[in-house]
């Protein structure tokens, strides 16, 4: 599997998201009913499945089908709709909220 990292800088007045090198995802993993994000940095984010209704909810086939998607900047699992932007989980966002949680983001 290859990863494209991308540094991709936008003004602050567009609103538009800063993703910077280190904070993008190489691999993700589930680890003990927690998901394990490792960061390009060296940096392992890790949430409860709990928190991730539709992770938690799926099937272990289908929580290991996750695409790295937008250069590592979001993760999305095709066979539940799940997406998560790591962004949102580096600020520790609500889960409800829709920072970091996208359930039809990519449909």
Known sequence: ????????????????????VSTLAMEVKIVDQMLQ???????????PLDWIS???D???HQRANVEIRDGGANLY????????SVMGLLAGSDPCSNCWYRVSHFK
């Open 77 to 84: 699992w095709p066979e539940t709709g799940a997406c998560l």
């Open 54 to 56: 539709l992770l938690n």
């Open 1 to 20: 599997m290859t990863i494209e990292y991308y540094e991709i800088k936008e003004t602050v007045l567009s609103k538009q998201p800063v993703f910077y």
């Open 58 to 60: 799926a099937t272990p």
């Open 37 to 47: 994000v490792c960061l390009r940095d060296g940096r392992i984010i890790s949430v």
